[in-house]
């Protein structure tokens, strides 16, 4: 009997420890007070899907899927500025696009755009310049960020995140080839520094990394920016919706925000930043800002 209360001590002990590897201080909302409202409708016509967002100033910037195109937008008005389009390719998912802080020559208005393709062989960002005169606008590609393969890695369907103030880059992915959930798929972060831009290609390796921790599975990563330290990210499809905060010092979620009880029920896009809330396309073109506060444990 004594060997038998030992071995079901050590299961829930271990069952814990387990618990805690993955999910200590996750689905904390608590923490976060949250509105989200809509802003405004994306306008422009593509074939494909609205894929991942930025913004920079007032400007927001709309991919979509196969690099169809991208929407400019005056963010404050939502009325559309510009359209650009390129000969679409399957591999260019554009699923996540960040701004960093660098530019590539001094006297350019935008810093470099990471417009992220979140596919298993393009496994990349494409670093682009962006041009502006006016509500004319021009992107012009001046680097390849390539990714550790995934085949090799063991990280599927990454997506890179741009910390511009502590020149960083984050490489997102899943360990099994699935974007689905489940509980041996779980997501890998891996922190890299951000390369220089000024060659053809920079390529991250593994053996390079700074750090790297896993998570336990959630939906569909979609889209995502780093401030002050924090991944903000949205996740999912269908009814498994999701806005979460990403503490890569803590290496867990501090704050998860189910969007269904925000009204926010379609499948949710890229993520963007101005004046301190955040932007979030759904997949009918529907543009919510997200206001919230985080408060301290």
Same mark, same amino acid.
């Given at each position: 009997?004594?060997?038998?209360?030992?071995?079901?001590?050590?299961?829930?002990?271990?069952?814990?420890?387990?618990?805690?590897?993955?999910?200590?201080?996750?689905? +904390?909302?608590?923490? @976060?007070?949250?509105?989200?409202?809509?802003?405004?409708?994306?306008?422009?016509?593509? +074939?494909?899907?609205?894929?991942?967002?930025?913004?920079?100033?007032?400007?927001?910037?709309?991919?979509?899927?196969?690099?169809?195109?991208?929407?400019?937008?005056?963010?404050?008005?939502?009325?559309?500025?510009?359209?650009?389009?390129?000969?679409?390719?399957? *591999?260019?998912?554009?699923? &996540?696009? &960040?701004?960093?802080?660098?530019?590539?020559?001094?006297?350019?208005?935008?810093?470099?755009?990471?417009?992220?393709?979140?596919?298993?062989?393009?496994?990349?960002?494409?670093?682009?310049?962006?041009?502006?005169?006016? &509500?004319?606008?021009? /992107?012009?590609?001046?680097?390849?960020?390539?990714?550790?393969?995934?085949?090799?890695?063991?990280?599927?369907?990454?997506?890179?995140?741009?910390?511009?103030?502590? +020149?960083?880059?984050?490489?997102?992915?899943?360990?099994?080839?699935?974007?689905?959930? $489940?509980?041996? &798929?779980?997501?890998?972060?891996?922190?890299?520094? @951000?390369? +220089?831009?000024?060659?053809?290609?920079?390529?991250? #390796?593994?053996?390079?990394? *700074? $750090?790297?921790?896993?998570?336990?599975?959630?939906?569909?990563?979609?889209?995502?920016?780093?401030?002050?330290?924090?991944?903000?990210?949205?996740?999912?499809?269908?009814?498994?919706?999701?806005?979460?905060? @990403?503490?890569?010092?803590?290496?867990?979620?501090?704050?998860?925000?189910?969007?269904? #009880?925000?009204?926010?029920?379609?499948?949710?896009?890229? @993520?963007?930043?101005?004046?301190?809330?955040?932007?979030?396309?759904?997949?009918?073109? #529907?543009?919510?800002? /997200?206001?919230?506060?985080?408060?301290?444990?």
């Amino acid at each position: 009997m004594k060997k038998k209360i030992v071995s079901v001590v050590l299961t829930v002990a271990l069952a814990v420890c387990a618990l805690f590897l993955f999910t200590a201080c996750t689905d +904390d909302s608590k923490r @976060l007070s949250f509105k989200a409202e809509v802003s405004f409708s994306l306008s422009h016509e593509v +074939d494909q899907s609205y894929q991942g967002a930025t913004a920079y100033g007032k400007y927001f910037f709309q991919f979509s899927d196969r690099m169809e195109n991208v929407g400019v937008y005056d963010i404050e008005q939502g009325t559309l500025l510009c359209v650009r389009s390129w000969e679409m390719n399957k *591999l260019y998912h554009c699923n &996540n696009v &960040n701004f960093g802080i660098k530019k590539y020559a001094e006297e350019d208005e935008f810093p470099l755009m990471y417009v992220s393709m979140e596919n298993i062989d393009a496994h990349c960002a494409l670093v682009m310049r962006v041009g502006r005169d006016g &509500n004319d606008f021009t /992107f012009t590609k001046v680097q390849t960020l390539v990714y550790p393969d995934p085949r090799q890695s063991g990280v599927y369907y990454p997506n890179c995140m741009i910390d511009g103030e502590n +020149d960083r880059v984050y490489i997102m992915g899943y360990t099994e080839y699935s974007y689905k959930k $489940s509980k041996s &798929n779980h997501i890998r972060v891996t922190e890299f520094v @951000l390369p +220089d831009v000024h060659t053809d290609t920079a390529e991250l #390796k593994t053996e390079d990394a *700074l $750090s790297s921790f896993e998570l336990d599975s959630v939906t569909a990563t979609q889209g995502g920016l780093v401030k002050n330290g924090k991944i903000y990210q949205v996740y999912g499809f269908k009814n498994d919706i999701t806005f979460r905060v @990403l503490d890569p010092k803590k290496q867990c979620f501090t704050a998860v925000v189910k969007l269904p #009880k925000h009204n926010f029920k379609r499948e949710p896009e890229g @993520l963007a930043e101005y004046n301190g809330d955040f932007y979030c396309a759904d997949v009918s073109g #529907k543009v919510y800002k /997200f206001s919230f506060t985080e408060t301290e444990e």
